[in-house]
């Protein structure tokens, strides 16, 4: 098997910028056990391939806030991009622009606006740690009050690439049982089951398993 067998070719005129007002109204596409056979569905319908005995695993993860816009005290605008949690105030983030952000470098967010924002307004203060492999940064902050509350103030959801438009509902880009907070990515699967569908697997005898692992660029955290 070689690597190109897995190209293909994908318009982007047929990716979804935003979700179904019905989570579970969203398309499926169910692939035969001979991998020939094919079948349109909505995603309600995946009980259907469900039976009374059945294990469904939920990820309980719930993503946070994880991207931040912020400045230096020179005015460049920087971004930081939490993505794990390494010890109290220290993550482990992706930056940019790199070269801005070396071992040292202080940058500051705000809770107005950006533009004009002086540093001596923020509400939040990171300083790079270290330069780890990949480019990525070991990145400490400083701030006064709960670290979670203020990254609800001033951070943003961290979308996929491939999703240009914002999200008026940063809800929708969480599953219907997130409980606890730690993904910088959505464990997307899991994002077009309802809490009727849910009561209806239960109903039909589907067990259902819950677990956290919460989900970063390049691995996956257990808690």
Same mark, same amino acid.
């Given at each position: 098997? @070689?690597?190109?067998?897995?190209?293909?070719?994908?318009?982007?005129?047929?990716? $979804?910028?935003?979700? #179904?007002? %019905?989570?579970?109204?969203?398309?499926?596409?169910?692939? !035969? @056990?001979?991998?020939?056979?094919?079948?349109?569905?909505?995603?309600?319908?995946?009980?259907? #391939?469900?039976?009374?005995?059945?294990?469904?695993?939920?990820?309980?993860?719930?993503?946070?806030?994880?991207?931040?816009?912020?400045?230096? /005290?020179?005015?460049?605008?920087?971004?930081?991009?939490?993505?794990?949690? +390494?010890? /109290?105030? &220290?993550?482990?983030?992706?930056?940019?622009?790199?070269? %801005?952000?070396?071992?040292?470098?202080? $940058?500051?967010?705000?809770?107005?606006?950006?533009?004009?924002?002086?540093?001596?307004?923020?509400?939040?203060?990171? =300083? &790079?740690?270290?330069?780890?492999?990949?480019?990525?940064? @070991?990145?400490?902050?400083? #701030?006064?009050?709960?670290?979670?509350?203020?990254?609800? %103030?001033? !951070?943003?959801?961290? +979308?996929?690439? #491939?999703?240009? =438009?914002?999200?008026? @509902?940063?809800?929708?880009?969480?599953?219907?049982?997130?409980?606890?907070?730690?993904?910088?990515?959505?464990?997307?699967?899991?994002?077009?089951?309802? =809490?009727?569908?849910?009561?209806?697997?239960?109903?039909?005898?589907?067990? &259902?398993?819950?677990?956290?692992?919460?989900?970063?660029?390049?691995?996956?955290?257990?808690?």
């Amino acid at each position: 098997m @070689k690597l190109e067998e897995f190209n293909y070719n994908l318009p982007k005129e047929l990716i $979804a910028q935003t979700p #179904y007002l %019905k989570r579970d109204e969203a398309r499926l596409l169910v692939v !035969g @056990k001979d991998k020939e056979n094919f079948e349109d569905k909505k995603f309600s319908d995946v009980l259907e #391939y469900m039976e009374k005995g059945d294990v469904l695993v939920l990820n309980e993860t719930k993503v946070i806030p994880a991207r931040l816009y912020g400045k230096k /005290e020179t005015g460049a605008f920087v971004e930081i991009l939490l993505l794990k949690n +390494l010890e /109290e105030d &220290i993550w482990e983030a992706m930056v940019r622009p790199g070269a %801005k952000l070396k071992v040292g470098a202080k $940058a500051y967010f705000f809770e107005k606006d950006l533009e004009n924002a002086d540093i001596s307004e923020n509400i939040l203060e990171a =300083e &790079i740690l270290d330069i780890l492999e990949d480019g990525l940064r @070991k990145v400490k902050f400083k #701030y006064n009050g709960i670290f979670n509350e203020i990254l609800d %103030k001033i !951070g943003t959801m961290p +979308l996929p690439p #491939y999703i240009t =438009e914002r999200l008026e @509902k940063e809800e929708s880009y969480q599953t219907v049982y997130a409980k606890n907070l730690g993904s910088a990515a959505a464990p997307t699967a899991g994002l077009h089951f309802t =809490e009727e569908l849910l009561k209806k697997a239960e109903e039909k005898g589907v067990n &259902i398993a819950k677990i956290t692992l919460h989900v970063g660029l390049r691995n996956i955290q257990t808690c």
